[in-house]
């Protein structure tokens, strides 16, 4: 996909904020410093469009970007950080809970881990939801140049008895080397039914 332009559009912690459900909309959900803001920079070639931090946990909100005007990707609140309150990494739940149930518009999501992690309660809740939802998933494994290619083969082999999840429904991600960035654009095309940059 070529990239023509990329904004940030708003940021809500309820629906009544959301963006009007006018265009398909691809989400990322991720345990906090997983990687998602360089994610999603290197998907659409900016260098901080989406700020990307030393100090994880700053996101608290369901952050909405909209790309070449024709789809929304969505940056959801990062789950996982010990240093946040209680109070506020309780809410991550309730706001990722409410967005995937409540949103006609979202054709799909991405879960992100890092590669050298294992899948954990949040991920498992995350994935149950949407299994409920019958909505697309894949798991991306971020920061896959920690690992040479054999390595990380071996990791796609326990995450995916970790998760019971089909060989296809694994990504590996770097948003160092980009790889994994085409296949990850074919995903986001395949879910929004987008595959051309409008003209
Ligand atoms: N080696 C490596 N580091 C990464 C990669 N992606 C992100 N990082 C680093 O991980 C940290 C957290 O990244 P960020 O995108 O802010 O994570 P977020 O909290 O999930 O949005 C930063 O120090 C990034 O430079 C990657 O693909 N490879
Ligand atoms: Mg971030």
Partial sequence: MHI????????????AQYPPPDLPEVAFI????VGKSSMINCLVQRKSLVKTSQTP????????????GCMRFVDL???GYAK???SVQQQWGPMIETYIDQRPNL??????LDIRRDVREEEGHILQWLMKKKLPVRLVLTKA??????????????????TGLEKNDLL?????TRQGRDELWSLVSSMTGIYETPV
């Fill in 84 to 86: 946040v309150p209680k």
């Fill in 77 to 79: 609140p990062g789950y």
């Fill in 30 to 33: 991720g345990r906090s410093n």
């Fill in 107 to 112: 054709c799909g999501l991405f879960l992100l």
């Fill in 145 to 162: 140049d920690k690992f040479s290619r054999s390595a990380a083969q071996n990791r796609l082999k326990i995450l995916l008895e970790q």
């Fill in 172 to 176: 590996p991600f770097s948003s160092v």
């Fill in 57 to 68: 946990g700053k996101t608290q909100l369901v952050n909405f970007f909209l790309v070449n």
């Fill in 4 to 15: 023509k332009s990329a904004e940030f559009i708003t940021s809500a912690v309820k629906p």
